[in-house]
Nanobody, 120 residues
Framework: QVQLVESGGGLVQARGSLRLSCAAS?????SAWFRQVPGGKDREFVA?????????FYADSVKGRFIISRDNPKNTLYLQMNSLKPDDTAVYYC???????????????WGQGTQVTVSS
């Protein structure tokens, strides 16, 4: 069992930046960030990374603005969010699994989520 703990959420003005962190208690092949808006039906894929070779995937909505990265020795995942928009407001979840995918169902471990609010 891998435990994930997110941090770094908060309130920021539009066009500002935030960095989310996710500390993992163990190693998996892949990690990802998803987000869920208030009242939203499903969690939306944001970005994913392979811990071994660093390959990444991004949702079109965040491409060019967000950067996913990892610190292998620290077992920590990051999401650098730049040029934030009010539409980025959501609870952001860290996930970990054994394949690199954009599908929510393929991730085995989840954090508790951290709120990001972007004001206009």
């Amino acid at each position: 069992q891998v435990q994930l703990v997110e941090s770094g959420g908060g309130l920021v003005q539009a066009r500002g930046s935030l960095r989310l962190s996710c500390a993992a208690s163990g190693r998996t092949l892949s990690s990802a960030w998803f987000r869920q808006v208030p009242g939203g039906k499903d969690r939306e894929f944001v970005a994913a990374i392979n811990w071994s070779d660093g390959s990444t995937f991004y949702a079109d909505s965040v491409k060019g603005r967000f950067i996913i990265s990892r610190d292998n020795p620290k077992n920590t995942l990051y999401l650098q969010m730049n040029s934030l928009k009010p539409d980025d407001t959501a609870v952001y979840y860290c996930a970990a699994g054994w394949i690199l995918t954009t599908r929510l169902i393929d991730y085995n471990y989840w954090g508790q989520g951290t709120q990001v609010t972007v004001s206009s």
